[in-house]
């Protein structure tokens, strides 16, 4: 949680108030890797499933701590895409 001087607010609600500029950073960076950079995707085929994935993340921090979380369709259908558009599990890695 963030304290600020009005109110502490969650990792969840900055995660979610944040999405634009974070997926922004996110692509900027990808975009400097030149491994990553050799694989030809439009920004939609590189960046489409950010928002569906980190709408994962948040709904995971904000779970109970005594509840399991389901696991994540989206993480898995985005890591079964990059396999077909040729990444490497190094480049997996990196990104």
Request: net charge negative; hydrophobic share 40%.
């Given at each position: 949680?963030?304290?600020?001087a009005?109110?502490v607010e ?18 900027g ?5 030149p ?5 030809p ?5 590189r960046?489409?499933h950010?928002?569906k994935?980190m709408h994962d ?5 904000r ?5 399991k979380a ?22 997996l890695i990196?990104?």
């Open positions: 949680m963030i304290e600020t009005d109110a969650s990792v969840a609600n900055v995660l979610d108030r944040e999405l634009k500029p974070l997926i922004a950073d996110w692509l960076r990808v975009e400097e890797v491994d990553l950079k050799r694989i995707l439009n920004r939609e085929e960046m489409g950010l928002p994935l993340v948040t709904a995971r921090v779970l109970d701590t005594e509840m389901r696991i994540s369709e989206s993480a898995g259908r985005h890591g079964e895409l990059q396999n077909k558009q040729g990444y490497t599990v190094e480049m990196e990104e």
